[in-house]
């Protein structure tokens, strides 16, 4: 559902249109989404702009200032814990040091993986702080495991466990309350600022329907560099309209606005007005092009804002022998081997439960599309009713050429089926598929290969997403709903190719936590 819109100033006198959303938060408050009057210093100061508002506009201020109480909060709790417990394991403040050392950079770590420090992370949702307690918990093994592995070496660097698991207690809420709090200001703080849009075309237009319905919560001023739309809607009625005077609104950048974005191709602006942009960019403040604003605020890689050669753009960890493929290869292997073994009781049981409330078969088998096309064979425990059809096999049973997607509270769906898909534990046979090397644990969603085949002559540039190997779970699984259409397919798209132009470890083990919090709150489908 669109947001509701409210009026979009600009220095003309006649109705410049809506702004950009005002819609209620996660708090249940109005959250000011769209542009407001700038006001002189005087003004300002008159309506009690605060020292702390100018500083958490810096896009730097406030992952510095989480950062600095993060790393003084532990060793505030941490040395209050150690104190009260009247720890005499150690020999001397070094171990005591090393110990603290240990425990905050596995904390940084967890929070810097899950965007704990980013300036433009929600922090106040239920996603958020269900995240953000996955992080700490696996923050405290770690670190427990790495401290008592050493003290089997050194027995004086053995501190007390009641002191590090209360010490985890506490800073939990703590650091979820300060983090709520600034997100809080800043949110205030930028919302009299907007972002400037040159460009007025498709592309632009396209960009406004997309921001218009995403969480950001600043306003758009759309401007035409050649002045030849002014006046006109960006979008058709009830959409912001595109305004002129780029030169003024340049010189008045650090005041009105967080940054530039540029909705046009590079070869339709100005030579001198490209040289002007790339001044700004590195002297005042970013200047975005719409594929460097969809990864750097939405996570996403826009297909629309890619070409052929994207793939062959620096920075690619996929190109080559990238190190990090053989580590990933080698962790599924070896956590696919465990997992299989441990989960063998409970697939057993899974297994009696399908045959005895809808019979065989138990398995359902399906062809998909691998890394470089290949087709092979996935495994999942059968959660549809038995039908025949699309030729009577199993691969007709599931999902036949009549009905592609499994909707909500799909009929066909077995009521065992819908426990184990919302638990995600139906795809557990697929950890044969990466034990055997054609899945990942990590990667883009395997497709079907009769929608794999529709997708790639309908959606530009969906071949991309198999320059990697699928996996079971992904980073569009974990940020975008079950697709039903064609629609969600593309939009599933910008978060694959984000995945593939982002490919790493940090973004694995984002995906690792998100996947946890998904099947715990039940969201599969």
Same mark, same amino acid.
């Given at each position: 559902?669109?947001?509701?819109?409210?009026?979009?100033?600009?220095?003309?006198?006649?109705?410049?249109?809506? @702004? /950009?959303?005002?819609? =209620?938060?996660?708090?249940?408050?109005?959250?000011?989404?769209?542009?407001?009057?700038?006001?002189? =210093?005087?003004?300002?100061?008159?309506?009690?702009v605060t020292r702390m508002s100018r500083v958490t506009r810096q896009e730097w201020a406030p992952p510095t200032l989480i950062f600095l109480l993060d790393i003084f909060t532990w060793m505030a709790i941490y040395g209050m814990a150690s104190y009260l417990r009247n720890d005499t394991a150690f020999s001397g403040s070094f171990q005591f040091a090393v110990v603290e050392i240990i425990q905050i950079a596995v904390i940084v770590q967890a929070l810097f993986i899950i965007g704990g420090y980013s300036p433009r992370t929600e922090t106040r949702g239920l996603a958020y702080t269900a995240e953000h307690i996955l992080a700490l918990l696996c923050a405290l093994g770690i670190s427990a495991f790495v401290i008592y592995v050493a003290a089997t070496y050194d027995h004086t660097m053995k501190p007390s466990r009641f002191a590090i698991f209360s010490s985890f207690l506490v800073f939990i809420p703590a650091s979820l309350f300060y983090r709520r709090w600034l997100r809080t200001h800043v949110t205030a703080a930028t919302a009299s600022r907007a972002f400037l849009v040159l460009g007025c075309g498709r592309m632009a237009a396209d960009f406004y329907l997309t921001y218009r319905v995403s969480p950001n919560n600043q306003g758009l001023e759309f401007v035409d560099p050649e002045g030849k739309h002014v006046g006109e809607r960006i979008a058709g009625p009830g959409s912001p309209l595109i305004e002129g005077d780029l030169s003024a609104k340049l010189d008045d950048m650090s005041r009105r606005y967080s940054g530039i974005i540029l909705a046009e191709r590079a070869d339709r602006i100005r030579p001198d007005l490209l040289d002007r942009l790339i001044r700004t960019q590195f002297q005042r403040i970013r200047v975005y092009t719409l594929e460097s604003f969809y990864e750097a605020h939405w996570r996403q890689v826009p297909a629309h804002s890619i070409d052929p050669l994207w793939p062959m753009q620096t920075g690619f960890q996929l190109?080559?022998?990238?190190?990090?493929?053989?580590?990933?290869?080698?962790?599924? /292997? /070896?956590?696919?081997?465990? &997992? &299989?073994?441990?989960?063998?009781?409970?697939?057993?049981?899974?297994?009696?439960?399908?045959? &005895?409330?809808?019979?065989?078969?138990?398995?359902?088998?399906?062809?998909?599309?691998? @890394?470089?096309?290949?087709?092979?064979?996935?495994y999942k425990f059968r959660t549809m009713r038995t039908e025949q059809g699309a030729g009577g096999t199993e691969q007709g049973v599931e999902v036949r050429e009549a009905d592609l997607y499994t909707r909500e509270n799909d009929p066909r769906i077995l009521p065992v089926g819908r426990w184990l898909r919302k638990l995600r534990i139906d795809e557990l046979p697929q950890l044969w598929n990466v034990f055997h090397g054609e899945l990942s644990l990590i990667g883009p969603r395997a497709e079907w290969v009769e929608c794999a085949e529709r997708y790639r002559d309908k959606i530009p540039f969906y071949h991309f997403r198999h320059l990697v190997k699928p996996g079971i779970t992904g980073w569009?699984?974990?940020?975008?709903?079950?697709?039903?259409?064609?629609?969600?397919?593309?939009?599933?798209?910008?978060?694959?190719?984000?995945?593939?132009?982002?490919?790493?470890?940090?973004?694995?083990?984002?995906?690792?936590?998100?996947?946890?919090?998904?099947?715990?709150?039940?969201?599969? @489908?």
């Open positions: 559902m669109l947001k509701s819109a409210v009026s979009n100033p600009t220095s003309s006198t006649e109705d410049p249109g809506p @702004r /950009i959303g005002a819609y =209620p938060d996660v708090e249940g408050g109005l959250r000011r989404g769209g542009q407001v009057s700038v006001a002189s =210093p005087s003004q300002a100061g008159e309506r009690g190109s080559r022998a990238s190190p990090y493929h053989y580590v990933k290869r080698m962790c599924d /292997i /070896i956590l696919s081997g465990l &997992l &299989l073994v441990i989960c063998v009781p409970l697939m057993a049981v899974i297994a009696a439960v399908i045959w &005895l409330t809808s019979g065989r078969p138990v398995i359902f088998k399906q062809h998909r599309v691998g @890394r470089d096309e290949d087709i092979f064979t996935a569009a699984q974990v940020n975008y709903p079950y697709g039903e259409s064609e629609e969600d397919a593309m939009q599933k798209l910008t978060y694959d190719l984000y995945y593939i132009r982002h490919y790493s470890l940090k973004l694995d083990a984002m995906i690792v936590l998100k996947t946890i919090y998904t099947m715990f709150a039940g969201k599969g @489908r």
